[in-house]
């Protein structure tokens, strides 16, 4: 069973920056494919970024490219969501997610999901 438990969100004004970490247990990291996931109020949960397992590509939302960058480290089995020039739009809890599918965007593809993080960004 794999876990998976998010840090570092926030309040921040827009134009600013926020760095999400992901932390994962009880797999093998390396193998699960990662993406970030956002459920703003009243609005569906939508696909963020995604990294394959092993590094071997990255994807992002069309609203969120160009600001944000996932990463992730094996070693330390964190993926990470680096999110500058924050906008109030991207206002949402943020989650980050697992799948042993190769690539994939949407969320019924991911098996296992952290509680998420809340991300508020002020006018």
């Known amino acids: 069973q794999v876990q998976l438990v998010e840090s570092g969100g926030g309040l921040v004004q827009a134009g600013g920056s926020l760095r999400l970490s992901c932390a994962a247990s009880g797999g093998t990291f390396s193998a699960f494919t990662m993406g970030w996931f956002r459920q703003a109020p009243g609005k569906e949960r939508e696909f963020v970024s995604v990294?394959?397992?092993?590094?071997?590509?990255?994807d992002y939302a069309d609203s969120v490219k160009g600001r944000f960058t996932i990463s992730r480290d094996n070693g330390r089995n964190t993926v990470n969501l680096q999110m500058n020039s924050l906008k109030p739009e991207d206002t949402a809890v943020y989650y980050c997610?697992?799948?042993?599918?190769?690539?994939?965007?949407?969320?019924?593809?991911?098996?296992?999901w952290g509680q998420g993080t809340q991300v508020t960004v002020s006018s």
């Open positions: 997610a697992a799948t042993q599918v190769t690539w994939s965007t949407a969320p019924s593809q991911y098996k296992y």
């Open positions: 990294i394959r397992r092993n590094n071997l590509g990255t």
